[in-house]
């Protein structure tokens, strides 16, 4: 069955629309818009004046014309009516007659008709009216009549008049301007006569709408043609520009090789050789930028690996001390604690710096077993526990009562959770710490929260930069290097997942660990953490779905199957293992 194709119909609202948000979008259509406008807006009041003008200028002179005319025709008419010879009334009346038809005929073209009849009406030898067009007598008010009527000095009258249109429509007081001429024609034998003509200025005003047509025209055209040239200027100046500003895009987007051709030698031709000098000078910074990396990565390496024999021979000598502190008297022995304890933080630096060049020089490699994720996070805990209790800081742990199972680098899985452990710690304030978990079929959500200072709104995004420290000023117990949540982020890209933070000051501090449930089946989307953040601001501490082991596979579809280890517990457990 052949379905009509239905034609969209023309809307000029639709078209309007369109247009105004071209203007919006588009310097050039902007541009050539106002130029129109203020094109035609000159040419019309251009227009107007000119039309002013001619139109006074042509009435005067029509006016001018009419009243040549109708004294030529007074002068004929009384020449005749001083040279006939009539006495009987017929006579007369057929005297007037031929007289009124003769001026007619002799008028000018634009005379539409001539009115002749007897003031002294009451005269036994009045006339009767004669009229060459009837239609046109009303015309004739009863104010031009009185004032021939009574007029003593044969003086000629004059007063414009609107002739109606010969269909009879239009609307009231429509039609074409004409005149209306009178004046007193002496005729002894029947006493004097009242002499009328009509003029019709039908042709004038032709000639001026033609104009006036003409001017609309013109203006029209001259608006057309200045858009079009705008257009073109315009076009010139834009399109450069646009090549520019891909090129711009195009070079923000990787590809520093982009140039553009330098084809002006003007203003944009300017710009043009600018881009491409900003453009050189942009790949010379970014290839020195490479080169000074990688020489500081090869630097931090090189220095890690040469320290690593004289820290070793350090750390036994360090030892053999500690074990012979007893023998030596308080001041000594306190020496040999603190030198103990540099030369571990020493230890811990090397460790990191070594694993961060190992990463940055692409070696980094991930042991992935499947592990049930409750192991790492118990060891994590198992190791921080000491610090905790020495800052006095309750550690709340809260794991499934089942298996989470995923192919996981425990040993990266581990550092990840002790190093956000040691932060939270440090900076919990004798608050406490909970650690939680979220699993789902896609992937693992671990939590680590803190209850203490918090971190500044703007200062949130820096917390993973290598030896950023979020309170400078702050005396830390654990004597971190730094690194610890730079090494974090590492390992947790590494397993194809990443670290989310949140922090409001007073408030505390939360991370969440996000890792796939199997890293090679890459990134795990948002829509299906088991647990995230409600917002994307980085000061609202508010998560959507549900700690525990999903038992749906609907989505949010989560029960809390978990149980708790305080700090109590662990403190038990750390006692009995001594």
Known sequence: MNVPKLRRSFSFKRLLRHGRAEVRRSLQARTVALTVILTLAVAIVFSMVSMVSVRASLLTQITSQS????????????????AADVSATV???????????????????????VYLWSRDTSSPRSIIPVSTEPSYESLISDDLRSAVASDVDDNIFYQPVNLPMESGGGLPGSGTPGAALGTTLEFGVAGNLEFFAIYSYTLQEQSLM??????????????????????????????????????????????????????????????????????????????????????????????SHELRTPVTTMRMASD?????????????????ELLSGQINRFQDLLADLLEISRYDAGYAALDLVETDVREPIET???????????????????????????????????????????NAVDFAEDRPVEVRVAANRKAVVISVRDYGVGIEKDKVAHVFDRFWRGDPSRSRVTGGTGLGLSIAMTDALLHQGTIRVRSELGEGTWFLV?????????????????????????????????????????????????????????TARSDDGE
Not at 67 to 82: G, H, P, W
Request: proline share 4%.
């Open 91 to 113: 006579q007369i009346q057929q005297l007037v007659n031929d007289l009124a038809s003769t001026l007619q005929s002799d008028g000018s073209s634009n005379l539409v008709g």
């Open 320 to 336: 053999l001390l500690e074990m012979k502190k007893d023998e030596f008297d308080p001041s000594a022995r306190r020496t040999v």
């Open 67 to 82: 009243r040549a005319d109708y004294s030529n025709m007074v002068q004929q008419a009384q020449t005749s009516l001083d």
């Open 514 to 570: 996000v890792l796939p449930r199997n890293p090679d089946t890459g990134h795990v989307a948002d829509a299906d953490l088991p647990v995230d953040f409600a917002s994307a601001q980085p000061d609202v501490l508010r998560v959507v779905g549900g700690f525990g082991v999903a038992q749906s596979h609907a989505a949010g579809a989560t029960e809390p199957l978990e149980v708790r280890r305080d700090v109590e517990e662990l």
């Open 210 to 303: 033609q104009i006036q047509l003409n001017l609309l025209a013109i203006c029209a055209l001259l608006a057309i043609a200045v858009g079009v040239v705008m257009w073109m200027v315009i076009r010139g100046i834009v399109r450069p520009i646009e090549y520019v500003a891909s090129a711009a895009e195009t070079l923000a987007s990787g590809d520093l090789d982009t140039r553009v051709d330098v084809n002006r030698k003007d203003e944009i031709g300017v710009l043009q050789r600018s881009f491409n000098a900003m453009a050189d000078s942009l790949n010379q910074k970014i290839d020195e930028l490479e080169e000074a990396s990688v020489s500081q990565k090869r630097f931090v390496s090189d220095v």
């Open 380 to 422: 994590a805990v198992d190791q921080v526990t000491g610090i905790a209790q020495a800052k006095q800081v309750p550690l709340h742990v809260y794991l499934p009562n089942v298996q989470v199972l995923a192919r996981i680098d425990s040993r990266r899985v581990i550092r990840i959770v002790r190093n956000l452990l040691a």
